[in-house]
């Protein structure tokens, strides 16, 4: 490679940006080989089959290229990656448990209060395993499952093999084939027909370890005629070696099901992410998600729908903020693949300060997928002239039964909005924040409120300084 | 002369190099009302965005005093914290942002208090009964989607708020159906009624008869060219702009 | 060999090429004062495309850009003078048969500052031909100049047409561009157009029409350099039978295009269950301070309105064709010669009637 990494420094992101002494229990070395992945699957005293996936990713993993149509991804060396690391503490279930570094950053976080006052169930991650996780009593009574990965892969094997990867295959993308090679630590959800679990459950990682790479793994399996809410969180610490990221999300919308899947991503800004998701959903079933896209260096993130039963439904509503020395590629697909389908994209970008922001999206109406209807709105914001901001919307319709709108607009904030609100006795800074903040809006009143403040806070921080 | 709210002297306004105002003086005290009519093009709307200190219009000479301070350099908020207020003729559409936020922000900002979130929105309600307007307008954006009548409302409620000492209309009688103008005549009879100032600018006369105004100016190629009272009105009705024209063509 | 993935044009290669032996100008009368318009082989200039050996590629591409260049069999060389305005547009027409089944023609139109023209470039076969048509069209419209360019494509459905159309504007200069494609096989088009000054303008109204087997793949880029520069794209179009196409519009704002002003719209038609419609519109912007934005939509026609012309007796196919001529009329009105309108006209409802 012999490039010279770049290091930007960057805003002071708060509590964001505390890091922990470093202690670990295990580490696998530096660099991918077959026998670290043997290593790790010991280690996780993992059923045979998962053992042969991971070394199948690995030789995928081995035979694919870097993408080249995206970002510059030169400057990350998978060879200093760390790719396994475990925590120095056992899984706990009672909050009191977890270890006081551990526990002092996600309090900082806000996670014990969240999980008090609105959520169902909480998981939380550190580096690569769980290291708490808890859910409502009553939930567990409705045969509601909701566990770290690694546990679900022993006590319910058979749903997980079944499902594992089958909806991202390894062979779907060279970070895929990673992931399936390496993946660690995330969340397994199973939700029985006909439950309604009307409150939020959450998962939150968060990356301490210098130089690693997460590779979390959620399956969500949300059956016939239910509903779930689930909520992500993730957030690193800075070092000045670049992190990866590249965590894996399949979710299984039954026949009239509901699924929300919200995410707030604010990593580092010497962080990779390149993440996939993908959402496939059954008759009259609908998948909600929310995207907010903050931090991170690269981030490489496209949340697939895949609308394959009668009547289903796709909302995506997506947020990205991209600012100095940060290339934001992001987007959506839809595949409309059923009849009677429908879809809508709202997704808004700012950047500033040098940011990159891309809109990178797909819309595609297969041949026998009739009677669909589908709006993509995209909507992006510069802040100044140092930075870019790129839409690039690909449409590809296969039959004329449809209904297909698709907008999009770039521009600055107006010089008469922020008179008008100077007019009435607001300062031009809070003006064009409130502005900012409008702008998001869309986004923010779909989130629970804890988050939608924490959005919030992460605007006002992102612009602290360099508006006005 | 302590009585005296707004004075403005020699008054030369460029807009984009092209000078607009070309002289202006007017005085006005508390509790006054003035109405400035001229035609289109005549420097109107450029005399309020200049009160109100939009960066588009400058200063090349003159002075704007209010209430006993040169503000000339002054930036828009100042002015609105000092108690000057602009009814826009086309209000900004801001999505994202309720008229609630908007208005309690704008409300702190001018009087440097915190406003409570239950006792603002009570303040709010009351004010939005006196003008006619629906609850659910509080939790929309800001203009946006209002139609041309809603907007001009949503101007005068902001007024209402904020309580400033001087009151600039902007043409905010023009696009109005009779009921509207009935119930934002009232809502700025409300403002005259407390002996605030104010300032109408209009093309047209129809907010006159309900304000009884003190004194009417005729702005004509950016100098104000005749004062006098309700008779001018009467006299623009009859004549029309272009005799008027005419008439200081001459002079 | 060359490939297009979405519109399915795999290895590609270059046909036999045979001379134009006739006249294409076509001239009524004198030749203007202060216009000077030669055949392109005539002029001692043999403008090379300058930047073919460099890394940007613009139109349809090197390949067919190096094969204009070497092979060029016709084109014009059009030189306007300062402050010159002509009234009755130039026309260029390449009329393809058997005897003369291939054009490769090279233009290069200079417009000097405050001039103003009209040309109209016509290709089309009358006769059952497997003509092909790769073009080259370079644009340079000086200060305050203003010219329309309008391309009419109508060659018949064996046929190949690819070309390449490529202005430079200059401060407060403007090309107008008009586009219709209504034939051949496969049809590749790029109109890319600079605006490289201060309030250089551009607008680019484009209708296509694809019936049979055809294959289209049509491409606009408004590329802003200068502070408030203007441009607009609208297309609008309409797929039957198994007609693919893909629409490729791109907006670039580029760094120092202050104040500059984009709008994009491409409206699409599908007539059939078996077309395949693709549109990327892209929007790059490097400036804050710009306007930009685009929509696309697609859909069938409107069902109210077919309802409505057939309670007045039409026919569903004679419905639908008078709603596309409809859609296609503010383009085809543009176009400044009668007799040419009618034949697009017959040529629309040809392909639109066709049981």
């Known amino acids: 490679m012999g490039r010279k990494k770049t290091y930007i420094e960057d805003i002071d992101r708060g509590i964001y940006d505390i890091r922990n002494e470093f202690t670990y229990k295990y580490k696998a070395d530096k660099g991918l080989t077959p026998e670290i992945i043997k290593d790790i699957s010991r280690e996780k005293n993992e059923p045979k089959w998962m053992t042969d996936f991971r070394l199948k990713s690995l030789e995928i993993y081995n035979s694919m290229p870097i993408p080249t149509w995206g970002p510059d991804l030169s400057d990350l060396n998978m060879d200093e990656i760390v790719t396994y690391i475990r925590p120095d503490t056992e899984m706990k279930h009672s909050w009191d448990d977890v270890p006081e570094e551990i526990k002092k950053t996600f309090q900082l976080l806000g996670l014990p209060q969240a999980e008090r006052e609105s959520l169902a169930g909480v998981g939380a991650q550190y580096d690569s395993e769980v290291v708490y996780h808890n859910i409502r009593k009553e939930l567990v009574d409705q045969g509601v499952v909701y566990m770290d990965m690694e546990t679900a892969l022993i006590e319910y094997e058979d749903i997980v093999r079944e499902y594992f990867m089958t909806l991202v295959p390894p062979t779907a993308h060279k970070f895929a084939a990673l992931h399936g090679a390496v993946w660690s630590g995330g969340s397994f959800v199973y939700v029985p027909e006909g439950v309604d679990v009307d409150i939020p459950l959450q998962s939150y990682f968060r990356l301490n370890a210098p130089g690693a790479g997460q590779f979390e793994h959620t399956l969500i399996i949300v059956e016939k005629g239910s509903r779930l809410h689930f909520i992500e969180g993730c957030s690193a610490p800075k070092y000045k070696v670049n992190n990866l990221h590249a965590g894996c999300v399949e979710l299984f919308v039954k026949e009239n099901a509901t699924l929300r899947y919200s995410t707030i991503e604010n990593w580092s800004k010497n962080m990779y992410n390149l993440n996939t998701k993908r959402a496939v959903v059954d008759k009259n079933g609908t998948i909600e998600w929310i995207s907010g896209s903050f931090g991170s260096k690269v981030s490489m993130l496209y949340p697939m729908s895949i609308l394959r039963g009668e009547g289903a439904r796709s909302e995506f509503t997506g947020i990205t903020f991209a600012s100095k020395g940060q290339h934001l590629d992001t987007g959506t697909k839809v595949v409309h693949a059923a009849p009677y389908t429908t879809s809508t994209v709202n997704s808004k970008s700012i950047s500033k300060d040098g940011g990159y922001a891309f809109y990178r999206g797909l819309l595609k109406v297969a041949p026998n997928a009739y009677g669909c209807k589908s709006t993509v709105s995209c909507e992006s914001l510069m802040l100044d002239n140092e930075s870019k901001s790129d839409t690039l919307p690909i449409i590809e319709l296969n039959n004329d039964d449809i209904d297909i709108g698709h907008e999009a607009k770039i521009g600055r904030i107006s010089d008469e909005a922020i008179f008008y609100l100077m007019s009435r006795g607001i300062s031009e800074e809070e003006a064009k924040a409130m502005i900012v903040r409008g702008f998001v809006e869309p986004i923010t009143k779909e989130l629970p409120l804890e988050y939608a403040v924490e959005l919030n806070n992460l605007i006002n921080i992102e612009l602290e300084g360099t508006i006005g | ?251 | 060999m060359i490939t297009w993935k979405r519109i399915k044009l795999e290895n590609f290669t270059f046909p036999k090429i045979y001379d134009y032996k006739k006249e294409f100008i076509r001239l009524d009368g004198e030749v203007p004062v202060g216009l000077r318009l030669d055949k392109i082989y005539d002029t001692i200039d043999r403008t090379k495309i300058n930047w073919l050996n460099s890394n940007e590629i613009y139109g349809l591409g090197k390949e067919f850009l190096s094969f204009v260049n070497e092979f060029y069999n016709s084109g014009i060389s059009l030189y306007l003078n300062s402050n010159i305005k002509l009234n009755n547009p130039i026309v260029v027409e390449f009329n393809m048969d058997k005897e003369n089944p291939t054009v490769i023609d090279k233009n290069i139109i200079i417009a000097e500052p405050n001039s103003e023209a009209t040309i109209l470039f016509h290709y089309c076969t009358d006769e059952e031909v497997e003509a092909f048509h790769n073009g080259f069209t370079e644009i340079h419209a000086k200060e305050n100049s203003s010219l329309t360019i309008i391309k009419i494509q109508r060659m018949n459905d064996l046929s190949q047409n690819f070309d390449t159309n490529i202005a430079y504007v200059k401060g407060e200069g403007k090309v107008n561009w008009i586009t219709v494609e209504l034939g051949s096989q496969i049809s590749g088009s790029n109109y890319t157009t600079f605006l490289d000054e201060v309030a250089s303008e551009s607008k680019l109204s484009s209708i296509y029409l694809g019936d049979g087997n055809r294959k289209m793949d049509l491409s606009y880029s408004m590329i802003h350099k200068g502070p408030r520069s203007i441009s607009n794209i609208e297309s609008r179009g309409a797929l039957m039978d198994n007609s693919r196409k893909v629409f490729r519009g791109n907006l670039d704002f580029r760094r120092g295009s202050r104040l500059a002003k984009g709008s994009e719209e491409e409206y699409v038609l599908l007539l059939d269950p078996s077309v395949k419609s693709d549109s990327i519109p892209a929007l790059l912007c490097e400036e804050d301070d710009v306007q930009g934005e685009h929509a696309a939509s697609a859909g069938q026609i409107n069902e109210s309105q077919l309802f409505y012309l057939m309670s007045r007796g039409l026919r569903e196919r004679e419905a639908k064709k008078l709603i596309i001529e409809g859609a296609f009329r503010p383009v085809i009105d543009r176009i400044p010669i009668k007799e040419l309108k009618e034949i697009i006209d017959l040529e629309v409802e040809r392909r639109l009637i066709n049981e």
């Open chain 2, 1 to 251: 002369m302590e009585n005296k709210l707004l004075s403005i002297k020699n008054l030369k306004v460029n807009v984009e190099e092209n000078e607009i105002l070309k002289g202006l003086n007017l005085e006005i005290s508390k509790g006054e009302v003035h109405i400035i009519m001229g035609p289109n093009g005549s420097g109107k709307s450029t005399l309020a965005y200049t009160l109100m200190g939009h960066p588009k219009y400058e200063i090349v000479d003159g002075t704007i005093e209010f209430d006993g301070e040169l503000i000339n350099d002054l930036k828009a908020d100042e002015r609105a914290k000092r108690g000057i207020f602009l009814s826009f003729q086309y209000p900004e559409e801001i999505p994202g942002v309720t008229v609630e936020d908007f208005l309690r922000t704008a409300k702190a900002s001018t009087t440097g208090k915190i406003q409570g979130i239950m006792a603002f929105k009570k303040l709010l309600k009351e004010k939005m009964e006196l003008l006619e307007m629906k609850e659910e307008y509080a939790s929309r954006y800001l203009n946006l989607g209002f139609s041309g009548g809603e907007k001009k409302k949503n101007e005068i409620l902001q007024m209402s708020i904020l309580e400033p000492k001087l009151a600039i209309l902007d043409e905010t009688d023009s696009g109005l159906d009779v009921d509207a103008i009935r119930i934002v005549a009232e809502g700025v009879k409300r403002i005259k009624d407390e002996s605030k100032s104010i300032l109408v600018i209009t093309h047209y006369n129809k907010l006159l008869d309900f304000l009884e105004p003190d004194y009417i100016h005729i702005l004509l190629n950016g100098k104000i060219v005749k004062t006098g009272g309700m008779e001018l009105a009467k006299e623009i009705d009859e004549e029309g702009y272009e005799n008027i024209k005419l008439r200081f063509a001459k002079v």
